[in-house]
Protein backbone atom coordinates (compact mmCIF):
# COMPACT_ATOMS: atom_id res chain seq x y z
CA UNK A 1 0.00 0.00 0.00
CA UNK A 2 1.35 3.16 -1.16
CA UNK A 3 0.50 6.74 1.07
CA UNK A 4 0.51 10.03 1.20
CA UNK A 5 -0.52 12.19 4.27
CA UNK A 6 -0.98 16.22 3.73
CA UNK A 7 2.01 15.84 2.02
CA UNK A 8 3.34 19.19 0.23
CA UNK A 9 6.26 20.31 -2.28
CA UNK A 10 7.65 23.08 -3.31
CA UNK A 11 10.16 24.26 -5.75
CA UNK A 12 11.07 27.79 -5.22
CA UNK A 13 8.05 29.73 -5.64
CA UNK A 14 6.68 26.62 -6.81
CA UNK A 15 3.82 24.74 -4.91
CA UNK A 16 4.03 21.06 -6.81
CA UNK A 17 1.54 19.56 -4.87
CA UNK A 18 -0.33 21.07 -1.73
CA UNK A 19 -1.69 19.05 1.35
CA UNK A 20 -2.58 15.68 -0.73
CA UNK A 21 -3.74 12.47 0.70
CA UNK A 22 -4.23 9.63 -1.25
CA UNK A 23 -4.13 5.97 -0.59
CA UNK A 24 -2.67 3.83 -3.20
CA UNK A 25 -4.11 -0.04 -2.23
CA UNK A 26 -2.30 -3.35 -3.28
CA UNK A 27 -4.50 -5.16 -6.12
CA UNK A 28 -4.91 -3.15 -8.85
CA UNK A 29 -3.73 -0.71 -11.61
CA UNK A 30 -3.79 2.82 -10.39
CA UNK A 31 -3.78 5.50 -13.27
CA UNK A 32 -2.88 9.16 -12.43
CA UNK A 33 -4.10 11.84 -14.30
CA UNK A 34 -4.62 15.38 -13.97
CA UNK A 35 -4.35 18.90 -15.93
CA UNK A 36 -0.80 20.42 -17.23
CA UNK A 37 1.51 21.10 -14.48
CA UNK A 38 -0.84 19.51 -11.64
CA UNK A 39 1.91 17.83 -10.16
CA UNK A 40 1.72 13.98 -11.32
CA UNK A 41 5.17 13.82 -12.08
CA UNK A 42 6.18 15.28 -8.67
CA UNK A 43 3.95 12.45 -6.69
CA UNK A 44 5.94 9.69 -8.45
CA UNK A 45 9.65 11.01 -7.83
CA UNK A 46 7.86 11.68 -3.86
CA UNK A 47 6.60 7.84 -3.80
CA UNK A 48 9.36 6.82 -5.50
CA UNK A 49 11.59 8.50 -2.85
CA UNK A 50 13.99 10.58 -4.96
CA UNK A 51 12.60 13.55 -3.80
CA UNK A 52 11.62 14.85 -0.25
CA UNK A 53 8.46 16.11 0.69
CA UNK A 54 8.58 19.44 2.51
CA UNK A 55 5.93 18.27 4.68
CA UNK A 56 3.63 15.13 5.51
CA UNK A 57 4.48 11.37 5.07
CA UNK A 58 5.10 9.09 2.05
CA UNK A 59 5.05 5.56 3.40
CA UNK A 60 5.25 2.35 1.28
CA UNK A 61 3.72 -1.06 2.62
CA UNK A 62 3.71 1.13 6.24
CA UNK A 63 7.63 2.23 5.82
CA UNK A 64 8.84 6.11 4.82
CA UNK A 65 10.50 6.01 1.55
CA UNK A 66 13.03 8.51 1.60
CA UNK A 67 16.30 7.12 2.56
CA UNK A 68 15.50 4.19 3.61
CA UNK A 69 16.84 1.54 0.88
CA UNK A 70 14.81 -1.15 1.84
CA UNK A 71 11.88 -0.14 0.91
CA UNK A 72 13.05 1.52 -2.32
CA UNK A 73 14.17 -1.81 -3.20
CA UNK A 74 10.31 -2.62 -3.95
CA UNK A 75 9.90 0.76 -6.22
CA UNK A 76 11.21 1.00 -10.02
CA UNK A 77 10.23 4.70 -11.22
CA UNK A 78 10.10 4.79 -15.43
CA UNK A 79 10.33 8.51 -16.18
CA UNK A 80 9.01 9.92 -19.20
CA UNK A 81 12.59 10.28 -20.73
CA UNK A 82 14.61 7.09 -20.02
CA UNK A 83 17.69 7.52 -18.77
CA UNK A 84 20.75 5.23 -20.31
CA UNK A 85 24.06 5.34 -20.02
CA UNK A 86 26.25 6.71 -23.06
CA UNK A 87 26.72 4.05 -25.62
CA UNK A 88 25.28 1.81 -23.69
CA UNK A 89 23.31 -1.59 -25.04
CA UNK A 90 20.79 -3.59 -23.45
CA UNK A 91 22.97 -6.21 -21.55
CA UNK A 92 24.79 -2.93 -19.97
CA UNK A 93 21.27 -1.56 -18.70
CA UNK A 94 20.22 -5.12 -17.50
CA UNK A 95 23.66 -5.38 -15.25
CA UNK A 96 22.61 -1.72 -13.99
CA UNK A 97 19.14 -2.96 -13.58
CA UNK A 98 20.73 -6.02 -11.57
CA UNK A 99 22.56 -3.64 -9.06
CA UNK A 100 19.95 -1.85 -7.77
CA UNK A 101 17.43 -4.65 -8.30
CA UNK A 102 18.41 -7.69 -6.25
CA UNK A 103 15.23 -9.65 -7.80
CA UNK A 104 15.95 -8.58 -11.41
CA UNK A 105 14.96 -11.54 -13.58
CA UNK A 106 17.59 -11.79 -16.15
CA UNK A 107 15.48 -14.77 -17.92
CA UNK A 108 12.53 -12.86 -18.18
CA UNK A 109 14.11 -9.59 -19.76
CA UNK A 110 15.97 -11.60 -22.52
CA UNK A 111 12.64 -13.24 -23.40
CA UNK A 112 11.02 -9.83 -23.46
CA UNK A 113 13.42 -8.54 -25.95
CA UNK A 114 13.21 -11.28 -28.03
CA UNK A 115 9.54 -11.09 -28.00
CA UNK A 116 9.86 -7.37 -28.83
CA UNK A 117 12.18 -7.59 -31.12
CA UNK A 118 15.19 -5.59 -29.47
CA UNK A 119 18.90 -6.51 -29.91
CA UNK A 120 20.74 -6.86 -26.52
CA UNK A 121 23.84 -5.46 -27.82
CA UNK A 122 22.93 -3.03 -29.74
CA UNK A 123 23.54 0.97 -28.82
CA UNK A 124 20.28 2.30 -27.14
CA UNK A 125 20.94 5.64 -28.64
CA UNK A 126 20.48 4.26 -31.85
CA UNK A 127 16.95 2.69 -31.32
CA UNK A 128 14.16 4.74 -31.77
CA UNK A 129 11.61 6.59 -29.03
CA UNK A 130 9.38 4.10 -29.41
CA UNK A 131 12.02 1.21 -28.88
CA UNK A 132 13.59 3.00 -26.16
CA UNK A 133 10.11 3.19 -24.85
CA UNK A 134 9.87 -0.21 -24.97
CA UNK A 135 13.29 -1.66 -23.19
CA UNK A 136 12.35 1.14 -20.24
CA UNK A 137 9.19 -0.50 -19.67
CA UNK A 138 11.01 -4.04 -20.46
CA UNK A 139 13.64 -3.18 -17.60
CA UNK A 140 10.97 -2.17 -15.13
CA UNK A 141 9.18 -5.50 -15.41
CA UNK A 142 11.88 -7.40 -15.38
CA UNK A 143 13.45 -5.78 -11.65
CA UNK A 144 10.91 -7.69 -10.13
CA UNK A 145 9.98 -5.18 -7.47
CA UNK A 146 6.45 -5.09 -6.26
CA UNK A 147 5.81 -1.33 -7.05
CA UNK A 148 6.07 -0.01 -11.10
CA UNK A 149 5.79 3.81 -11.51
CA UNK A 150 5.37 4.91 -14.96
CA UNK A 151 4.97 8.19 -16.20
CA UNK A 152 3.49 8.84 -19.75
CA UNK A 153 4.37 4.76 -19.82
CA UNK A 154 2.11 4.87 -23.58
CA UNK A 155 3.68 8.05 -25.22
CA UNK A 156 5.67 6.36 -28.42
CA UNK A 157 4.26 3.62 -28.45
CA UNK A 158 2.25 1.92 -31.50
CA UNK A 159 -0.99 0.62 -31.23
CA UNK A 160 0.22 -2.90 -31.18
CA UNK A 161 2.94 -2.58 -27.91
CA UNK A 162 0.59 -0.25 -26.19
CA UNK A 163 -1.89 -3.78 -26.02
CA UNK A 164 1.53 -5.91 -25.09
CA UNK A 165 2.18 -3.46 -22.01
CA UNK A 166 -1.46 -4.11 -21.19
CA UNK A 167 -1.41 -7.69 -21.47
CA UNK A 168 2.52 -7.80 -19.66
CA UNK A 169 0.64 -5.76 -16.38
CA UNK A 170 -2.03 -8.23 -16.64
CA UNK A 171 0.08 -11.54 -16.16
CA UNK A 172 2.96 -9.94 -13.75
CA UNK A 173 -0.38 -9.09 -11.46
CA UNK A 174 -1.75 -12.50 -11.59
CA UNK A 175 2.10 -14.20 -11.31
CA UNK A 176 2.96 -11.96 -8.59
CA UNK A 177 2.47 -9.03 -6.35
CA UNK A 178 2.57 -6.35 -8.85
CA UNK A 179 1.02 -3.10 -8.09
CA UNK A 180 1.48 -0.38 -11.52
CA UNK A 181 1.17 3.39 -10.75
CA UNK A 182 0.43 4.72 -14.60
CA UNK A 183 0.82 8.61 -14.87
CA UNK A 184 -0.55 9.76 -18.37
CA UNK A 185 -2.64 11.73 -20.19
CA UNK A 186 -3.66 8.95 -23.11
CA UNK A 187 -7.16 8.74 -20.97
CA UNK A 188 -8.44 6.03 -23.11
CA UNK A 189 -5.54 4.26 -22.71
CA UNK A 190 -5.99 4.18 -18.96
CA UNK A 191 -9.53 3.51 -19.52
CA UNK A 192 -8.75 0.22 -20.84
CA UNK A 193 -6.13 -0.76 -17.99
CA UNK A 194 -6.81 0.91 -15.10
CA UNK A 195 -9.43 -0.33 -12.27
CA UNK A 196 -8.79 3.11 -9.87
CA UNK A 197 -8.03 6.30 -11.10
CA UNK A 198 -6.70 9.39 -9.15
CA UNK A 199 -7.30 12.86 -10.73
CA UNK A 200 -4.69 15.32 -9.84
CA UNK A 201 -5.16 19.12 -10.50
CA UNK A 202 -3.39 22.45 -9.06
CA UNK A 203 -1.25 20.33 -6.79
CA UNK A 204 -4.12 18.95 -5.03
CA UNK A 205 -6.46 15.18 -5.36
CA UNK A 206 -9.62 16.25 -6.59
CA UNK A 207 -10.94 12.44 -6.61
CA UNK A 208 -9.65 9.07 -6.00
CA UNK A 209 -11.99 6.19 -6.93
CA UNK A 210 -12.42 2.38 -8.74
CA UNK A 211 -13.66 3.09 -12.43
CA UNK A 212 -16.71 1.56 -11.96
CA UNK A 213 -17.94 3.56 -8.95
CA UNK A 214 -17.41 6.71 -10.97
CA UNK A 215 -19.32 5.52 -13.73
CA UNK A 216 -22.37 4.59 -11.43
CA UNK A 217 -22.20 7.53 -9.77
CA UNK A 218 -21.76 9.88 -12.44
CA UNK A 219 -24.39 10.04 -15.85
CA UNK A 220 -24.26 11.59 -19.35
CA UNK A 221 -27.93 11.73 -20.67
CA UNK A 222 -29.35 13.08 -23.96
CA UNK A 223 -33.12 14.69 -24.40
CA UNK A 224 -35.46 17.08 -25.65
CA UNK A 225 -37.38 18.68 -23.72
CA UNK A 226 -40.57 20.56 -25.53
CA UNK A 227 -41.40 22.72 -22.67
CA UNK A 228 -38.83 25.14 -21.60
CA UNK A 229 -40.21 25.49 -17.84
CA UNK A 230 -40.19 21.67 -17.40
CA UNK A 231 -36.46 21.71 -18.79
CA UNK A 232 -35.50 24.09 -15.84
CA UNK A 233 -36.80 22.59 -13.30
CA UNK A 234 -35.29 19.32 -14.33
CA UNK A 235 -31.88 20.35 -14.40
CA UNK A 236 -32.73 22.28 -11.27
CA UNK A 237 -33.85 18.75 -9.23
CA UNK A 238 -30.32 17.81 -10.66
CA UNK A 239 -26.65 18.07 -9.54
CA UNK A 240 -25.41 19.29 -12.99
CA UNK A 241 -22.06 19.47 -14.37
CA UNK A 242 -22.30 21.03 -17.35
CA UNK A 243 -25.36 20.87 -19.98
CA UNK A 244 -24.72 21.50 -23.71
CA UNK A 245 -27.80 22.72 -26.15
CA UNK A 246 -27.42 21.97 -29.50
CA UNK A 247 -30.84 23.24 -31.19
CA UNK A 248 -33.53 21.01 -29.59
CA UNK A 249 -30.93 18.47 -28.00
CA UNK A 250 -29.83 18.70 -24.50
CA UNK A 251 -27.05 17.14 -23.68
CA UNK A 252 -25.96 17.23 -19.98
CA UNK A 253 -23.91 15.48 -17.52
CA UNK A 254 -24.80 14.73 -13.49
CA UNK A 255 -24.11 13.44 -10.41
CA UNK A 256 -26.12 10.07 -9.40
CA UNK A 257 -27.15 6.71 -10.50
CA UNK A 258 -29.05 5.86 -13.96
CA UNK A 259 -32.02 5.37 -12.41
CA UNK A 260 -31.98 8.43 -10.08
CA UNK A 261 -31.56 10.68 -13.15
CA UNK A 262 -33.84 9.52 -15.63
CA UNK A 263 -36.65 9.38 -13.42
CA UNK A 264 -36.24 12.94 -12.60
CA UNK A 265 -35.64 13.53 -16.68
CA UNK A 266 -39.14 11.63 -17.56
CA UNK A 267 -41.24 13.62 -14.89
CA UNK A 268 -39.99 16.81 -17.41
CA UNK A 269 -42.37 14.38 -20.36
CA UNK A 270 -39.30 14.21 -22.81
CA UNK A 271 -39.91 13.69 -26.41
CA UNK A 272 -36.79 11.86 -26.07
CA UNK A 273 -33.98 10.67 -23.54
CA UNK A 274 -30.88 8.36 -23.61
CA UNK A 275 -28.35 7.81 -21.39
CA UNK A 276 -24.87 7.68 -23.17
CA UNK A 277 -21.96 5.16 -21.60
CA UNK A 278 -19.43 8.48 -19.81
CA UNK A 279 -15.76 8.31 -20.69
CA UNK A 280 -12.30 8.98 -18.50
CA UNK A 281 -11.60 11.58 -20.86
CA UNK A 282 -15.78 13.31 -20.27
CA UNK A 283 -14.88 12.41 -16.44
CA UNK A 284 -11.87 15.18 -16.71
CA UNK A 285 -13.13 17.56 -18.46
CA UNK A 286 -16.56 17.63 -16.14
CA UNK A 287 -14.32 17.40 -13.07
CA UNK A 288 -11.75 19.96 -14.12
CA UNK A 289 -14.11 22.28 -15.59
CA UNK A 290 -15.91 22.42 -11.78
CA UNK A 291 -12.49 22.98 -10.02
CA UNK A 292 -11.95 25.83 -12.95
CA UNK A 293 -10.20 24.70 -15.74
CA UNK A 294 -12.00 25.75 -18.17
CA UNK A 295 -9.78 25.35 -21.75
CA UNK A 296 -12.54 27.36 -23.62
CA UNK A 297 -11.35 30.63 -22.60
CA UNK A 298 -8.36 29.70 -24.28
CA UNK A 299 -9.73 29.93 -27.86
CA UNK A 300 -12.28 32.16 -27.16
Known amino acids: MIELKSVSKRFGEISALSRVDLTINDH ?3 GLIGSNGAGKSTMLRLISGIVKADSGEVRIDGKPVYENPAVK ?9 GFYFQNATPIVMQRAYQMQFPKFDAER ?20 KGMQKQLSILLGVSA ?10 FDGLDPAM ?9 REMMERDFIPVIASHN ?3 LEDICDH ?28 VRDPAKEEKMLAGLDVIRADHQGSLLTFVARGTHQEI ?39
Not at 73 to 81: A, H, K
Not at 109 to 128: D, H, V, Y
Open 197 to 224: VGLIHHGGVLLSEDLDDLRFHMQKVQCV
Open 144 to 153: GTKYLLCDEI
Open 262 to 300: LDVVERADPLFAESIPLTLEEVFICETEVAGYDVKALIS
Open 28 to 30: QIF
Open 109 to 128: FSKLLMAAGLSPERRIRTFS
Open 73 to 81: QEICFLPDT
Open 187 to 189: LRE
Open 162 to 170: RQAVKSIFA
